[in-house]
């Protein structure tokens, strides 16, 4: 991991959290850091504190996937939505979600 790719990490921790949990009753559920080919994947899933067993543990999460290159740029990986069209299930692909966008950009 190169210098620029351990400083966005750090950033992404604080901010995830900022973003995904309004307040102090959310926290981390999950919080995944790995590297591979040069690219460092974070994958983090933010929900509400004691939320496990319960309707908001499934409703209420928030899942990101966001890679992180060389040169600290980000990429979300998990921007697009599935929809039901023609009786078929296809993807629909958003936008390139790149850059600061990816940290503000709504996921599922």
Known sequence: MTEKQARVVKMLR??????????????YKRF??????????????????GDEGTAAS???????????????GLTLVNAARFVKKDGRLRKIPRA?????????????
């Open 14 to 27: 604080r901010r995830v959290i900022q973003m995904d949990g309004h307040g102090d009753k959310y926290e």
């Open 32 to 49: 995944e850091i790995t590297e591979s080919h040069g690219l460092v994947s974070v994958v983090s899933t933010v929900g509400l504190i």
């Open 58 to 72: 499934i409703l209420c999460r928030t899942h990101r996937h966001i890679l992180v290159g060389k040169r600290g």
């Open 96 to 108: 390139n979600v790149k850059g600061a966008r990816a940290l503000w950009t709504l996921t599922e």
